[in-house]
């Protein structure tokens, strides 16, 4: 499913191309399912940091069965797999389709507890959500976090792993009382609608963490929100618009603005990050909520649920 111009998923072509060639580091991959996210939806428009000539298939996360891999890589063919694919030397993509290379170190073996549709919703988001709560924002055992977006992909990991890695409660912020009742079943103690959510919040008690993939006007409020102490993790900007901070707002209560960006070609740790993540997701503790699955030719469908603020959980595709 390739992009072939930037005028948005509609204009997505589904196609016949050459298969991918693996190199000498790299596994070949029967791709079985492929998570559908943000990013895509950006790179459909020409509004992603990362911009490939066109044509390319987009695609940053897939789940399917290893058709070869380099001797000492730890894989072999029909081993099962979730990775973070690549084209040529550029990483992230590739993923919508039904072959997709990608590197040993971002390829990561599937326990038998998990199914590929499950696997392909682990990579991007469940290990951005480990790496803002766990190494960025430094959560603690006992500490409280609010969650805004919490109904979507990024927002239902961090809920999961704030629970699994200890924390006392976790709070979701939602636009409807529809996607607040599927943050509660993704394991969030409470929800609270977008509107006044500052206030509602305080009622509840005041938090350590915010984790904020929204951005936009938010995000002052999101400040409100937090104890002394406390840090608000920026993951990303979905509303579409990037925010300021008035820095007094950070003096007064010795508060912190943290970066998140989990970038995993420059990241050397991503298979810690995915043993750490293991225990809890064989165990059941971390579940990717489905929102829905499309058949690949599907996409432009898929990336408008996103478009349109209607995906609950995480979208995938199905090869």
């Not at 891999?69 to 993923?95: C, N, T």
């Not at 603690?140 to 200890?166: R, W």
Request: with cysteine.
């Amino acid at each position: 499913m390739q992009i072939t111009s930037l005028d948005g998923p509609d204009a997505m072509e589904f196609a016949d191309v050459a298969a991918p060639v693996a190199g000498s580091d790299q596994v070949l991959i029967k791709v079985h399912a492929a998570g559908a996210s943000f990013p895509q939806l950006l790179q459909t428009r020409g509004l992603y940091h990362v911009k490939p000539p066109l044509p390319y298939a987009p695609g940053c996360e897939v789940a399917g069965e290893i058709v070869s891999a380099p001797k000492g890589s730890r894989f072999a063919p029909g081993d099962r797999v979730a990775a973070l694919p690549m084209i040529g030397k550029i990483p992230m993509i590739g993923g919508f389709a039904e072959l997709a290379v990608a590197t040993a170190d971002m390829t990561f073996a599937l326990p038998k507890e998990i199914s590929f549709v499950e696997a392909a919703s682990l990579p991007l988001n469940y290990l951005t959500a480990y790496f803002a709560l766990i190494e960025r924002g430094g959560m603690a055992p006992g500490e409280s976090v609010l969650v805004q977006g919490a109904a979507g992909g990024i927002g239902t990991a961090s809920i999961q792993i704030a629970k699994a890695f200890g924390a006392s409660r976790v709070i979701a912020v939602t636009s409807t009382p529809e996607k607040g009742a599927a943050a509660i079943a993704a394991g969030a103690d409470k929800y609270v609608l977008v509107d006044g959510f500052s206030g509602a919040v305080k009622e509840l008690g005041s938090v350590d963490i915010v984790v904020d993939p929204v951005g936009g006007n938010r995000l002052t409020d999101s400040l409100r929100t937090l104890k002394e102490g406390g840090r608000l993790l920026v993951v990303g900007f979905t509303s579409g618009e990037i925010p300021t901070v008035q820095v007094n707002r950070l003096l007064l209560n010795n508060i912190s603005v943290v970066g998140v960006g989990f970038v995993p070609e420059r990241h050397r740790h991503l298979q810690a990050e995915w043993e750490a993540i293991m225990p809890h997701v064989r165990s059941g503790t971390l579940k990717p909520v489905i929102g829905a699955t499309y058949a690949l030719n599907d996409a432009a469908v898929a990336l408008r649920e996103i478009d349109q603020r209607r995906a609950v959980g995480k979208i995938v595709l199905t090869v």
